[in-house]
T-cell receptor, first 113, second 112 residues
């Protein structure tokens, strides 16, 4: 089954404690991205990757890091989480940068206290 | 910056009625897509309409695109309680950033 998986689905952590949210897709997609969703603000792109070892900032990259060492995986790293990073996070992938539907993961609800 | 703006923000209808939601955007696009999101879950792609298309159908969904007005509409016919969800438009701008831009969504509630 074609899918994007994320782990963990729920995470409560404290300020400053480094964390990683994993994302994996099994569709051999080139393009992957991370979004955060906040009430009233819709989905905002954090980072995206056009292919292995090619990543770039989205609209709200501050406080986040990503890496793309393999085509299927695109982890999101918060090196020093802060309460303003409390949000619902989605990983997504698509076959090519343009003109394709996007597949979304189930989401990771992060709370930083 | 936010590209798509959905209207209305919230919509409540009876089962069997049609639901129409609109999306306006600001810049030239290659295509526009509509997604559905059930509460707190991942978005699911519904339909993609290219800039040279004016109308597209998929089951009970009908999407129109007016590039001169920079607007699109999503019509769900004969709505069901299971259609209760948030609906988002996403635009693929021609600016070359490959960044789909999502609106803030329309919350649809279908009453049984």
């Amino acid at each position: 089954e074609a899918q994007v998986t994320q782990n963990p689905r729920y995470l409560i952590t404290v300020t400053g404690k480094k964390l990683t949210v994993t994302c994996s897709q099994n569709m051999n997609h080139e393009y992957m991205s991370w979004y955060r969703q906040d009430p009233g603000l819709g989905l905002r792109q954090i980072y995206y990757s056009m292919n292995v070892e090619v990543t770039d900032k989205g609209d709200v990259p501050e406080g986040y890091k990503v890496s793309r060492k393999e085509k299927r995986n695109f982890p999101l790293i918060l090196e020093s989480p802060s309460p303003n990073q409390t949000s619902l996070y989605f990983c997504a992938s698509r076959g090519s940068p343009r003109g394709h539907e996007q597949y979304f993961g189930p989401g990771t609800r992060l709370t930083v206290t | 910056s936010q590209q798509g703006e959905e209207d209305p923000q919230a919509l409540s209808i009876q089962e069997g009625e049609n639901a129409t939601m609109n999306c306006s955007y600001k810049t030239s696009i290659n295509n526009l897509q509509w997604y559905r999101q059930n509460s707190g879950r991942g978005l699911v792609h519904l339909i993609l309409i290219r800039s040279n298309e004016r109308e597209k159908h998929s089951g009970r969904l009908r999407v129109t695109l007016d590039t001169s007005k920079k607007s699109s509409s999503l019509l769900i016919t004969a709505s069901r309680a299971a259609d209760t969800a948030s609906y988002f438009c996403a635009t693929d701008p021609t600016s070359g950033t490959y960044k789909y831009i999502f609106g803030t969504g329309t919350r649809l509630k279908v009453l049984a």
